[in-house]
Nanobody
Framework: DVQLQASGGGLVQAGGSLRLSCTAS????????IGWFRQAPGKEREGLIC????????HYADSVKGRFTIPSDNTKNTVYLQMNSLKPEDTGVYYC???????????????WGQGTQVTVSS
């Protein structure tokens, strides 16, 4: 089976850090754009950060620039979302996605992880 497994969510205090994992099974990330998305309570899902398939270019949403990064470990077929300086407004369900798009595009379809809850307390 081809799937993405997102994990690592939890409860953290404002100002803290958390690292989410997105592990692929049944395929490798080579040739795929990979992104992290968030759906806050009562809001639409938004893209936070993605890395392009073509050259590893990274796109950042303004809300996470300077705080979130997207490191990876190819030996584990895993991409991470490193979140620092967390704020209460970062609370939401976090999803990872991978799509075989060309150029510097971010994924919009493709494979999706099941979501992991992050709650940031004030």
């Amino acid at each position: 089976d081809v799937q993405l497994q997102a994990s690592g969510g939890g409860l953290v205090q404002a100002g803290g850090s958390l690292r989410l994992s997105c592990t692929a099974s049944g395929f490798t990330f080579d040739g795929y754009a990979i992104g992290w998305f968030r759906q806050a309570p009562g809001k639409e899902r938004e893209g936070l950060i993605c890395i392009s398939a073509s050259d590893g270019y990274i796109h950042y949403a303004d809300s996470v620039k300077g705080r979130f990064t997207i490191p990876s470990d190819n030996t584990k077929n895993t991409v991470y979302l490193q979140m620092n300086s967390l704020k209460p407004e970062d609370t939401g369900v976090y999803y990872c996605a991978a799509e075989g798009v060309q150029g510097r595009l971010c994924p919009h379809g493709g494979f999706w992880g099941q979501g992991t809850q992050v709650t940031v307390s004030s």
